[in-house]
């Protein structure tokens, strides 16, 4: 990504706040694993937005004072034993062609914290990334500096923000996300050439993974689902650990990042290669409401519009093929939304009662779960929304059901 990118969408986010006041933000730290191990640093993604720089430790403060508006960047200084041991870290040339920042305003991470002690004296209103996880015990680089802050200081949240910004893709967002679901589609065909019954799923999950790193070395948007037969009923089945039965189906969810974009993909398809009777009807069914919401989204739309659409064909059809006796029993085999936004984030945060602004990329995935039958169904693509309709990013990917017979029996 050009460092435009960057520098662009802090002059958007800038755009947004009062004037005379500051914004703190960091990449996040390293999460210990255990002894002297660490997690696979995962940089936030608001700072990422901001900065392109994915290294741990780095801190951001923007300042708007009138037409004046600061920038500073603190990063490690040159670690010579860390170089040897663990590796390169980012100099401050590296640090301004990557985020546009001037050299100047980079410094280094040791006078951090006095200029944030002077910062909050000259400027009251501080703006600090402030989501709030799931867990009762999460904690962040924003909310651990909010409890400083608060006691001198009026502390806003920046996270809504940011992330109202990231909600509308612009053209080099979406030309990632289309390299990432060309890199997926790629791995899903290796799937396809090498399914095969009595393998155990994560052995035929393996050619994908192999076909992300020969494909650029991509990392994973998420963990991967290899859901095969009534797994495939299990929503975030991931354990990926059982043999794969002649005559079942196997659900694929998965996605390769591309530059931290992420596709967000599932497909369903026989393990033999060919569809049963059963089989086939259920899939068709889901094939049928994922092409009707590609076909009726659109900006300005809700998701939660999209849902009430996507109920009412599933269960138009469940009804016709005699899977259920009534439209209320549809909940049984149908839990979970039809969309979310995609991007930086494999379900990128955003108000799902509120419209769907131009430039949004959301899921389309509808499915069916039949543990009675050992079926689950689930077909994803990711949609583009302009003003009047909705562009498949993912229509390369085949799901028709005779082009996947077609396709596997002459993968040999």
């Not at 991470?109 to 402030?130: A, F, G, H, P, R």
């Not at 979310?340 to 108000?351: A, V």
Request: net charge neutral.
């Amino acid at each position: 990504m050009d460092k435009k990118f960057y520098k662009n969408n802090r002059k958007r986010f800038l755009e947004l706040l009062p004037d005379k006041c500051m914004t703190v933000l960091s990449s996040g730290y390293s999460v210990n694993r255990s002894a002297d191990e660490d997690y696979d640093f995962t940089v936030n993604n608001n700072f990422y937005y901001l900065t392109g720089i994915k290294q741990a430790e780095v801190h951001l403060i923007l300042i708007k004072n009138g037409i004046d508006c600061r920038e500073m960047l603190f990063i490690d200084e040159y670690d010579e034993r860390y170089a040897k041991w663990i590796g390169h870290k980012i100099t401050k040339k590296e640090a301004s062609d990557i985020s546009g920042i001037s050299q100047k305003d980079i410094f280094y991470k040791k006078d951090y914290e006095s200029n944030i002690d002077e910062l909050s004296k000259q400027y009251n209103t501080v703006y600090l990334d402030l989501e709030k996880g799931k867990n009762i015990n999460y904690n962040s680089f924003g909310l651990t500096l909010c409890e400083k802050l608060e006691k001198t200081n009026q502390v806003k949240d920046a996270y809504p923000l940011i992330v109202g910004l990231r909600s509308a893709k612009q053209n080099c967002e979406i030309e990632l996300l289309k390299d990432a679901i060309a890199a997926t589609n790629d791995g899903i065909k290796e799937l396809m050439r090498h399914s095969a019954p009595n393998m155990y799923e994560y052995q035929l999950e393996a050619y994908f993974n192999f076909s992300i790193k020969q494909n650029g070395n991509r990392e994973f948007a998420f963990k991967t689902i290899a859901a095969s037969g009534i797994n495939a009923t299990t929503l975030h089945y991931s354990t990926n650990n059982s043999i794969m039965k002649d005559g079942d189906m196997i659900l694929f969810d998965l996605g390769a990042r591309s530059e931290g974009y992420c596709a967000d993909i599932s497909r369903t398809f026989p393990i033999n290669g060919k569809f049963t009777e059963i089989q086939k009807t259920v899939y068709n069914i889901v094939l049928s409401a994922n092409k009707k919401i590609a076909k009726v989204a659109k900006a300005g739309m809700t998701i939660a519009q999209l849902q009430e659409i996507c109920i009412e064909c599933l269960t138009k059809g469940c009804l016709k093929a005699g899977l259920i006796k009534n439209a209320e029993e549809l909940k049984k085999y149908y839990f979970h939304g039809v969309s979310h936004s995609i991007g930086l984030d494999t379900h990128d945060p955003i108000d799902r009662n509120a419209p769907l602004p131009v430039g949004a990329v959301i899921s389309d995935e509808p499915g069916l779960y039949f543990p009675e039958l050992g079926i689950g169904v689930r077909i994803e693509d990711d949609l583009y929304l302009l003003k009047s309709k909705a562009i498949n990013l993912s229509e390369d990917i085949i799901k028709e059901v005779d082009d996947i017979e077609k396709f596997m029996s002459s993968k040999k």
